[in-house]
């Protein structure tokens, strides 16, 4: 079982919807979670980190439960750009900073 | 903004070569990583520098090594190159205060 899991979709969704993704991690000392996306060939992008208490950056919010291991990322008023892979990371306590990715969860926004 | 620069972009070997893959991290980071990504996988960590200092290994061969100079750029030399290296290796910079990573374009490596 890996370390980080998220439903690998895909999505699609029409532009404007609002989409949800959610990953589970299974190492309960993990200390650091964050949401990065990564187009087709390219680098990952971080997209935002995930906090405890929730947090929101424009269209996007992430939430974090300590209690179920669970993290989610919705997205707001979709627009094409956003069509990517969006991947699940944490750092596992003790790893130094090590990131461990989720497989991903691929979205399309559709016109 | 500067990024993290990786250097080349591409690069075609053939099975049993050396190869060299540099990171310039982004200025002022003081901690490198890199990655692994197979066709179709997710990021593997290989292993990590702080202050030219090892920091943490993952799943690096032993065939590979790699080090962090006084100015803090990176370099991954692979020897004994085998068809299962071709990848996409990505380098990742941070502040030693932060968790955060920001990560370069990636050097995509083909063994033939």
């Known amino acids: 079982r890996k370390e980080v899991e998220q439903d690998p979709g895909p999505f699609n969704v029409p532009e404007g919807a609002t989409v949800a993704f959610n990953c589970t991690y299974s190492n309960s000392a993990s200390q650091s979670f964050f949401w990065y996306r990564q187009d087709c060939r390219k680098e990952p992008k971080l997209l935002m980190s995930v906090y405890s208490s929730g947090n929101e950056d424009g269209r996007f919010t992430a939430q974090l439960n300590r209690a179920s291991q669970y993290i989610s990322l919705l997205i707001r008023d979709s627009k094409l750009s956003d069509s990517a892979t969006y991947l699940c990371?944490?750092?596992?306590?003790?790893?130094?900073?090590?990131?461990?990715f989720g497989s991903g969860t691929q979205l399309t926004v559709l016109p | 903004a500067a990024g993290v620069i990786q250097s080349p972009r591409h690069l075609i070997k053939e099975k049993r070569e050396t190869a060299t893959l540099k990171c310039y991290p982004i200025p002022r980071h003081d901690t490198v990583y890199w990655y692994q990504q197979g066709p179709g996988q997710d990021p593997q960590f290989l292993i990590s520098f702080y202050e030219k200092m090892q920091s943490d290994k993952g799943s690096i061969p032993d065939r590979f090594s790699a080090q962090q100079f006084s100015d803090y750029h990176s370099e991954l030399n692979m020897s004994s190159l085998e068809l299962g290296d071709s990848a996409l290796y990505f380098c990742a910079s941070s502040l030693s205060s932060v968790n955060e990573q920001f990560f370069g374009p990636g050097t995509r490596l083909t063994v033939l």
């Open positions: 990371v944490v750092i596992s306590s003790g790893s130094a900073r090590q990131l461990t």
